[in-house]
């Protein structure tokens, strides 16, 4: 199974079209056998399942989580790492950067938070739906010569990266970002697949969501993040990477600070309410962590801005940025992590996803399921 990095350099590979939509957990169950097994550590078992776990939870097995603490001090491109259990930080280590409260750059966990300004915008009336189209939201920054099949590309094709259009990232990102119309660059890249297809990893794609975000609400995506996410999590929002046009870069390039991950992750973990406060429609959360495409990379499955597959049996829903940034989410076990690391080494490809992987499944994972009601640190 190919184990490179959705933003690094090597090329896309082909895989089979995405599966069909399932949604409830008795669907997403169901979909084992779609996942793909990756290094034993996730892979081949259910989807997310249900947005928030109900039971509660009685910590962290004390003599795992040292170990796991151990094995994460000896990975030397681990920055951070948070660990909450019911919405308890258990754990918040800073082993080598900045501070756990310091913004630093996420890579294309961007992605996951441009996913959940999509569900913002559609909840407040900005779009109408996922299946709206984008060319008549993006007028006249559509190129006159585009192929006709632009017209079709709605909002979900976007946040599945199921477009159609060749992809901007790995060895075309540079390209890219380096024209004068990162807009017209993405629109005018040969189709490669029928909108709709098969998902092809490219931040062109959430460029294109930012720009529809921005046309649409009449405001920046940076104005549309803090005032939708960063005012109701109390967290803060930096500006970051813009275009030549002025659109916001969408899926790469954000800086939050491991703590506000950890507060996104937990918004999600509890059905997209943060402290009492309704930031994103449980429903949102729920078609966010349904299996709608399949990763040419992992073969895991992707929904709305999420990777997901399961860890000892666990549904797992994960953001994933370049060099290992990482948020995750076990819902059954009231379990979300933080993982942040050198923003400027590969980590698919070199195989440090997979050790970030079973640092999470053998040790975390395995602490929580024997708890003890001892663990911290």
Do not use: C
């Amino acid at each position: 199974m190919p184990s490179a990095s959705p933003d690094q350099s090597a090329p896309a590979q082909s895989a089979p079209g995405a599966g069909p939509r399932l949604s409830g957990r008795r669907e997403l169950l169901a979909a084992a056998g779609w996942l793909a097994l990756w290094s034993g550590t996730l892979g081949a078992a259910p989807a997310a399942g249900a947005p928030a776990a109900r039971a509660r939870t009685i910590g962290l097995d004390a003599a795992l989580l040292d170990d796991a603490l151990a094995r994460a001090a000896e990975l030397p491109r681990l920055h951070s790492l948070i660990v909450a259990r019911d919405g308890e930080e258990l754990v918040g280590r800073t082993f080598r950067g900045p501070d756990l409260d310091r913004p630093v750059n996420v890579k294309s966990v961007s992605k996951s938070v441009m996913a959940a300004l999509a569900g913002a915008a559609i909840a407040r009336g900005v779009l109408q739906g996922v299946d709206q189209r984008i060319a008549p939201l993006l007028g006249g920054l559509v190129p006159q010569d585009a192929d006709p099949r632009v017209a079709e590309i709605t909002v979900e094709h976007l946040i599945t990266m199921r477009a159609g259009l060749a992809r901007t990232s790995g060895r075309n990102y540079g390209r890219w970002v380096n024209s004068d119309d990162w807009l017209r660059y993405a629109l005018s890249r040969p189709f490669v697949d029928e909108p709709g297809g098969r998902m092809l990893y490219s931040t062109g794609s959430y460029h294109l969501l930012s720009a529809v975000l921005t046309q649409a609400s009449g405001q920046s995506t940076l104005a549309l993040a803090r005032r939708w996410l960063g005012a109701p999590l109390s967290i803060s929002i930096p500006p970051w990477t813009r275009d030549p046009q002025g659109f916001y870069l969408g899926g790469n390039n954000m800086a939050l600070s491991p703590r506000a991950l950890l507060r996104f992750g937990e918004m999600y973990r509890q059905g997209g309410v943060w402290q009492g406060r309704r930031v994103l429609p449980e429903s949102w959360i729920e078609a966010s962590w349904t299996p709608r495409a399949r990763s040419p990379f992992t073969g895991h499955a992707y929904g709305y801005g999420w990777f997901l597959a399961a860890a000892r049996g666990h549904p797992v829903a994960y953001a994933w940025g370049y060099g290992g940034q990482m948020v995750y989410v076990v819902p059954d076990l009231a379990l979300t992590v933080v993982m942040t690391s050198d923003p400027h080494a590969p980590s698919g490809r070199s195989g440090y996803v997979r050790e970030l992987h079973a640092l999470l499944a053998r040790g975390l994972i395995a602490a929580a399921e024997s708890g003890s009601g001892e663990g911290g640190a």
